[in-house]
T-cell receptor, first 113, second 117 residues
């Protein structure tokens, strides 16, 4: 089945140790998004790629970076994770801009020790 | 500024009851899109419905129905004859065009629905 896949589902990293989360999609969608969701809160958009064009949200910390080497894959890099970065990270895709519905992966739960 | 308000933080109902989840939005634009997503305990958000600002027809899909009223800026979601499997957090979301030509997407804070057997 076509889907959005996130690996790993659970990631534990140490304070300050770089970590990379991955997302892949078989939907062939143009747009890929990364959201951060903390407990009992709404997802917060970090950034998105429209094809190769990177769009950063104004309030996304510089500590968060992203790469999209091809249509299918997108990575979230956290350069120096802090305790406050512990959260669920959700990847999503859509056919076009955000006027379209988004399809989400299962998320990666990041723990920072 | 655009805003989505889901005033109901948590709702508990007994199975087979009907339940309505409220969503009120604010936007300055005439062209915008509204969405509902379901987030079950597994964590994966699931798209339920998309509605554009020019389509005020209500929609029914099985036990789910949506009532879009521009006059009150509301896009409410009703589950008829609720089931335990409906237990989840439900998010309402709004997207509207920005002057840059892109769209801004914002989620409400979600309503946690608990359906008790």
């Amino acid at each position: 089945d076509a889907m959005v896949i996130q690996n790993p589902r659970y990631q534990v990293t140490q304070f300050g140790k770089p970590v990379t989360l991955s997302c892949s999609q078989t939907l062939n969608h143009n747009v890929m998004y990364w959201y951060q969701q903390k407990s009992s809160q709404a997802p917060k958009l970090l950034f998105h790629y429209y094809d190769k064009d990177f769009n950063n949200e104004a309030d996304t910390p510089d500590n968060f970076q992203s790469r999209r080497p091809n249509t299918s894959f997108c990575f979230l890099d956290i350069r120096s994770p802090g305790l406050g970065d512990a959260a669920m990270y959700l990847c999503a895709t859509s056919r076009g801009d955000v006027s379209y519905e988004q399809y989400f992966g299962p998320g990666t739960r990041l723990t920072v020790t | 500024a655009q805003k989505v308000t889901q005033a109901q933080t948590e709702i508990s109902v007994v199975e087979k009851e009907d339940v309505t989840l409220d969503c009120v939005y604010e936007t300055r634009d005439t062209t915008y899109y509204l969405f509902w997503y379901k987030q079950p305990p597994s964590g994966e958000l699931v798209f339920l419905i998309r509605r554009n600002s020019f389509d005020e027809q209500n929609e029914i899909s099985g036990r789910y129905s949506w009532n879009f009223q521009k006059s009150t800026s509301s896009f409410n979601f009703t589950i008829t004859a609720s089931q335990v499997v409906d237990s989840a957090v439900y998010f309402c979301a709004l997207s509207e065009a920005q002057t840059s030509g892109t769209y801004k997407y914002i989620f409400g804070t979600g309503t946690r629905l608990k359906v008790l057997a």
